[in-house]
T-cell receptor, first 109, second 118 residues
Framework: DAKTTQPNSMESNEEEPVHLPCNHSTISGTDYIHWYRQLPSQGPEYVIHGLTSNVNNRMASLAIAEDRKSSTLILHRATLRDAAVYYCILTTSYDKVIFGPGTSLSVIP | GAVVSQHPSWVICKSGTSVKIECRSLDFQATTMFWYRQFPKQSLMLMATSNEGSKATYEQGVEKDKFLINHASLTLSTLTVTSAHPEDSSFYIC??????????????FGPGTRLLVL
């Protein structure tokens, strides 16, 4: 089973911020938090990852709770191109990656 | 950077034939490559993990004699679906990870190969 839980779907208005939550209450100290997104009929695309501190890159921001049991992917201004399935995944060098169902994000024009 | 390609992007074949799918890391050395299968409206399912120069580790329920994986170099892995049947029709996706790209565990995915077996 996937080690993370995410809402099945979310909606956002175009050009508004989107906060995609992820719970990972069983996270261990060596687990990285990775986010990927997948557009229809394409391979997943790396978005961002973090370990303990909040992270920013050109695509998004990742806010990690102090206890690391949850995290939030933040898209600062949603565009139609951001409509995708977003996967939150825990990764560690000694265990396999398991993809859950992810969150299907719809962006309303 | 961190580009992974797959070839072909789609393939149609007759039942009983074998199909080879290539996965290449174009700008980094992929010490580990992964193969996934994805059915419509479902999430990715890991099929196998391969490290360069080693035999692949298959997930439970994946037949290693049917899905042959070769990871002969740091930039190329191949998946051969042998004696394909209609139930093998799926979207096959590879990913690669390696030093100096993201964390050691960050995977970069190929665009996928859609296989249709008639």
């Amino acid at each position: 089973d996937a080690k993370t839980t995410q809402p099945n779907s979310m909606e956002s208005n175009e050009e508004e911020p989107v906060h995609l939550p992820c719970n990972h209450s069983t996270i261990s100290g060596t687990d990285y938090i990775h986010w990927y997104r997948q557009l229809p009929s394409q391979g997943p695309e790396y978005v961002i990852h973090g370990l303990t501190s909040n992270v920013n890159n050109r695509m998004a921001s990742l806010a990690i709770a102090e206890d690391r049991k949850s995290s939030t992917l933040i898209l600062h201004r949603a565009t139609l191109r951001d409509a995708a399935v977003y996967y939150c995944i825990l990764t560690t060098s000694y265990d396999k990656v398991i993809f859950g169902p992810g969150t299907s994000l719809s962006v309303i024009p | 950077g961190a580009v992974v390609s797959q070839h072909p992007s789609w393939v149609i074949c007759k039942s009983g034939t074998s199909v080879k799918i290539e996965c290449r890391s174009l700008d980094f050395q992929a010490t580990t490559m992964f193969w996934y299968r994805q059915f419509p409206k479902q999430s990715l399912m890991l099929m196998a993990t391969s490290n360069e120069g080693s035999k692949a580790t298959y997930e439970q329920g994946v037949e290693k004699d049917k899905f042959l994986i070769n990871h002969a170099s740091l930039t190329l892995s191949t998946l051969t679906v042998t004696s394909a049947h209609p139930e093998d029709s799926s979207f096959y996706i590879c990913s690669a990870s390696g030093p100096g790209r993201g964390s050691r565990e960050t995977q970069y995915f190929g665009p996928g190969t859609r296989l249709l077996v008639l």
